[in-house]
């Protein structure tokens, strides 16, 4: 009864062990999980407790994984971010100037482009009055290349019509998972104030 009982348990943890990663690996390919692989020459008393410690470890990544970045980012689908030309569109929202859209906010934190907004940030200079914003927002470094790698970059701003660019703090950039668009930002500007000029531009 004893070997069945901890057989049974065994097998329980063991499909428990296999659920979980499978959800981490669909949910959260950004978190570098594995599973431990185990034989039937597995069994014996120690294996249990080393499957309950895979399973507590798996259960707390799962935790986590739905919390991060890359499940809890705003997401940005303004059709404005994507003009490009000038068209002096004021895109409004929290702490607008003269209705010119503000992305130096605090309530702004981790976000992604998506929808009429583009599928990720523009990456080169556009000139004043565009993106719903007097002064356009973009980063020209290159981006992430592996899944759950975070870099900084410098977030820049167009003046004088492109005759030359502006920092305005950095940006931290995450990569979700293996597209490239699937990436996720969190601008660290230098101050804030009660109203801004500047936003992000996106771009496809």
């Known amino acids: 009864m004893a070997d069945g009982s901890l057989n ?3 097998y329980i943890y063991r ?6 990663h499978q959800l ?20 014996h008393p120690f294996t249990l407790e080393i499957l309950k410690t895979v399973y507590n470890k798996l259960f707390a990544q799962l935790i986590k994984c739905r919390t991060t970045p890359c499940r ?9 971010r994507m003009d490009h030309n000038a068209s002096s569109i004021a895109g409004g929202g929290e702490r607008a100037y003269s209705n010119y859209a503000c992305d130096i906010r605090p309530s702004l934190k981790w976000f992604r482009f998506t929808g009429k907004a583009g599928k990720k940030m523009l990456d080169n200079c556009v000139p004043e009055y565009s993106c719903g914003t007097d002064y356009p927002m973009w980063a020209d470094a290159d981006m992430p290349k592996r899944i759950a790698q975070t870099i900084t970059v410098q977030a820049w701003y167009s003046g004088n019509g492109c005759a030359s660019k502006i920092a305005s703090g ?3 950039v995450l990569r979700c998972s293996e597209s490239e668009y699937d990436v996720v930002y969190k601008h660290l500007p230098t101050s804030y104030s009660s109203t801004c000029n500047r936003a992000f531009c996106g771009m496809d």
């Open 8 to 10: 049974q348990q065994l």
């Open 15 to 20: 499909q428990q062990v296999k659920v979980i």
């Open 24 to 43: 981490l690996v669909a949910e959260c390919p950004e978190m570098m999980v594995t599973e431990r692989s185990l034989s039937d020459e597995d069994i």
């Open 72 to 80: 809890t980012a705003t997401n940005l689908t303004e059709y404005w």
């Open 170 to 172: 950095t940006l931290q």
